[in-house]
């Protein structure tokens, strides 16, 4: 994803043209790319399809998939995790109640706060949010549905 450089570098540098001059530009830019990323944090919202939504419909929503065997959680969790392990706040969807103890275990790095709202008793589900501990301490939490 590009970053927009404020109008107040654009306007330092946009008259930039000699050798040395080019240098200084690219160590504004450098500048303000540590900075940037210094004072920026990383949020993901992510989907994991709770399993109880999969199993159901494995004749009709999943007839194309020719190996079931990833649609199975142990299977999905893992590369779950690989598309959200670098984030600095991570929300999930769609968790359920017995599998969130395999997502946090994955993640003790983080502290959490979570919601489950009971569809059909037999198998709850809810969201999770998860924050890095040494980045953020929680001073609230509203549990709506």
């Not at 690219?26 to 399993?51: D, G, V």
């Not at 190996?67 to 929300?91: G, M, T, V």
């Not at 008793?121 to 949010?129: K, Y």
Request: with cysteine; net charge positive.
């Amino acid at each position: 994803m590009a970053r927009r450089i404020p109008i107040d570098i654009w306007q330092l540098t946009s008259n930039l043209t000699k050798p040395k001059d080019r240098k200084k530009l690219t160590m504004l830019c450098k500048e303000f790319h540590t900075n940037l990323t210094k004072n920026s944090i990383t949020a993901i919202s992510y989907n994991t399809l709770a399993q109880r939504y999969v199993e159901p419909y494995i004749e009709t929503r999943y007839k194309h998939v020719t190996d079931l065997s990833i649609l199975e959680w142990k299977y999905r969790l893992p590369l779950i995790y690989n598309i959200i392990e670098d984030y600095d706040i991570i929300c999930l969807q769609e968790v359920e109640l017995a599998t969130i103890n395999d997502i946090l275990l994955m993640f003790p790095q983080y502290a959490y706060g979570y919601h489950v709202i009971n569809k059909k008793r037999s198998c709850p589900i809810g969201n999770v949010t998860m924050w890095k501990k040494d980045m953020f301490q929680c001073v609230n939490i509203e549990l709506t549905s």
